[in-house]
């Protein structure tokens, strides 16, 4: 099949540019970590991370796993397991939350690749995806995130690949389909429809394929969608399985507290133009409309004093410190007839050298642009008072405005400046209800 090239007018792009705004969510350092380590493609940008306004970071490499440079090694370390200055890599958050609302991984070697994140970062990634940060890939990156390889020409039983990362618990299936071009059409329920039509035919034409995967329904582990399939066969297929209407293009999301995965066994994420880039621009929206759900750290006892100073490695995060532009939620109950609500941040001795504000409202989670009451002031220090609140619930946030300098490099980015903030800032917080 011939590889087609189509040309977007400015009104379309500009429509596209207006999806950006649906794509941010409080919360989170950045929206998007691209992982080209060792052994993967390398893509310092996707295009549809553009046409979404994405904030982007990424992890860049030159080598195979095997020859990777011991730079390039340490730098999978900083970027998944963790290193002196930042206990828990860069997805992570001190209490486990993730940093990132989405990582993409793209297609390349899937063991080598797993091998270099190591298990304790792998295990740190289902953590991300646990706690509400989702996963897109293609190609290898797909089958780094699966649980296993089935060979459907063998002895018909799946094969669990320790290396692999398992954040979708399914097996991927080999198409041995090389360096062409291929067919998909869009399942009818597909929720990427809620994005584009794609050109109202239930179809995109000439999507890269190299030696990808597909996904059998049957299966599939619940919280499975399928999303695209296959359209047509191939000689590959007629010698070794069928192909056409396999899945190519899955969503998977096992609860409201994880992310969403949203991933293929193609190559739609090297599209520039047409309906290709409409297709990897709905998969990563679609991803990033499946962050896990706020969380609350705790229900305030009014007048108690709560410390929130515990590191990663103490294993509480209902008691851990506050990481770069990450929201901390409580809430505290207000009886009827309640006068006021005193709320009282203060900063740990030797720990006060940043920046964290103070958010309040009824019966919601305050983050900024939401929020009734609020105290932006420079500092930690702050006294927040709220005089005949109504009887109700009432959510109260702590940010923290102090960040690092992003810049970037051969390898991808760096941090600099005030890297002390990775590991976490401590505070004290208590809210007293006056009746």
Known sequence: MRKTCLLIPACFILAMASMSAQTRANGFYKDLFIDSGPSMSNHEYLAAARVLNLSTEVNLSYNSAQNATPFELARMQECFVGTDQDENGLLLYPDGAPRFRLLYVPGGTANRHGECITEEGRAHIREFFRNGGSYSSSCAGTILCSKGYYYKDRDGKPVDREMYIGVWPGYTTGTRLFDSWTTLTVDKKSPLLDYYDFGGDMRVDSVRHNNGSYFNDYMAPEGTESLLRFKADTIQGLLYGSIDGQTTVLGYKPDAKSGRMVSTGSHPEIAQTGEVLQLFTAMLHYALDGNGAPQVKAALTSGEAREMTASTRDGKPEYTMLGDKQYHHFTIDVPKGAKEVAVELKSVK??????????????????????????????????????????????ISVFCDTTVDAVSGRYGTQYSGRTDVLNGVPYIIKATVTK
């Open 350 to 395: 030797g720990r006060s050298n940043y920046d964290l504000f103070l958010y309040a409202a009824p019966g919601q989670f305050a983050f900024n642009d939401v929020a009734r009451w609020f105290d932006v002031s420079d500092g930690i220090d702050k006294v927040m008072v709220i005089r005949n609140p109504k009887p109700g619930k009432l959510y």
